[in-house]
């Protein structure tokens, strides 16, 4: 008790002071002993900045190109620390991060605000960022401006929209003026309901002839890359082979120029029974390891087993004896 009233203490302690007719002698103190600090990594990155460039030289060797999502800091500062090429702060973080029921709620100060968090982590992945719906429909000026703020305010390197041919004088005007624009086709999930629901895309020849001509109209467009979502792995190898830019695919085969998932359905990072889409492979188990803790950690805080002495701060006999002799003291000064 008296060690806790001590450490209550210690800021007004921390230098000589008075209290009653006794003198206190300061208490050492420690550099940092707060709850919170800054997550950083603990060794030199060494790895060089991933650019246009980096994933052209991939494509042309035609080494996959590894994506994945992330929407904080941690989840960046892993990704990228993990080797990412690129890391996307897609509008999925909409669901996974924010708990809503589609990417169409999220707002651009949202995925701003997630944005600069990533950005604070990535120090060597390309970044991308998806514009959410309402940011670049309207008009090519309007997308643009959005894309701006994405680069300026969020810290990104190049932005992702969904839609295809309809949308090649967006990211005309996007990439004109500088900016990387990475096209989404195929299953556009700000689009569902104009698709009736998450369907798999390019099933018949039609299909899959529109998705064709979508992947060429936004590369003449712009387009750096095109991510191209749940179609048959069969037709996005043929829409591939026919692009000078690379493609990346999510539930669409391995004929693709690389791969993207979402950062927590990989890492298994919800409870037993949540959907998740056919493409998704579960590499770990996040939930369950993080469930384990927290349960242990409870059962440990309810026996009083933690904290044990090993993470608690040792306070001299001397600093503690001259302490308990002016405690009633205190007391009565305070009433």
Same mark, same amino acid.
């Given at each position: ?23 206190? @002698? ?54 990228? @620390? ?9 509008? @999925? ?23 600069r968090s990533v950005n604070r982590a990535v120090k060597s992945a390309f970044t991308i960022a998806d514009l959410p719906m309402g940011s670049y429909e309207i008009s090519p ?32 005007? !996007?990439?004109?003026?500088? !900016? ?17 629901? /998450? ?38 190898? !043929? ?12 539930? @669409? ?16 990072? /919800? ?39 090993? /993470? ?24």
């Amino acid at each position: 008790m008296a060690t806790r009233a001590l450490n209550y203490l210690r800021p007004v302690l921390r230098n000589n002071c008075t209290i009653g007719s006794r003198h206190i @002698s300061p208490i050492k103190t420690w550099a940092r002993y707060s709850s919170h600090s800054p997550m950083g990594s603990t060794t030199t990155n060494t790895r060089k900045k991933v650019t246009i460039q980096t994933i052209q030289s991939l494509y042309k060797k035609n080494e996959p190109i590894t994506v994945l999502t992330a929407s904080d800091f941690p989840s960046g500062h892993v990704a990228d @620390s993990a080797g990412m090429e690129i890391v996307l702060v897609g509008d @999925s973080l909409a669901m996974v991060a924010m708990g809503m029921e589609d990417t169409n709620e999220v707002t651009m100060e949202e995925m701003l605000l997630h944005c600069r968090s990533v950005n604070r982590a990535v120090k060597s992945a390309f970044t991308i960022a998806d514009l959410p719906m309402g940011s670049y429909e309207i008009s090519p000026e309007q997308a643009l401006t959005s894309a701006v703020r994405m680069v300026k305010e969020g810290g990104m390197k190049c932005v992702k929209l969904e839609g295809g041919a309809e949308m090649a004088p967006t990211i005309a005007k !996007i990439s004109q003026a500088g !900016i990387p624009v990475m096209a989404h086709i195929g299953l556009t999930p700000q689009r569902q309901h104009s698709l009736g629901g /998450f369907r798999v895309q390019g099933k018949s020849a039609a299909g899959a002839v529109k998705l064709l001509r979508d992947a060429l109209a936004v590369q003449k467009a712009g387009a750096c890359m095109v991510l191209i979502e749940a179609v048959p792995p069969e037709i996005a190898t !043929i829409v591939t082979r026919r692009l000078s830019v690379p493609t990346i695919g999510i539930g @669409s085969g391995n004929g693709c120029s690389g791969q993207v998932l979402v950062q927590v359905d990989m890492l298994g990072n /919800f409870p037993a029974g949540r959907f998740l889409p056919k493409f998704v492979k579960t590499y770990a188990d996040v939930w369950g390891e993080a469930r384990r803790g927290i349960e242990a950690y409870k059962k440990e805080v309810k026996s009083r087993a933690f904290p044990s002495e090993e /993470f608690t701060y040792a306070v001299s006999k001397e600093a503690l004896e001259e302490f308990e002799k002016v405690v009633d003291e205190i007391e009565c000064e305070s009433q």
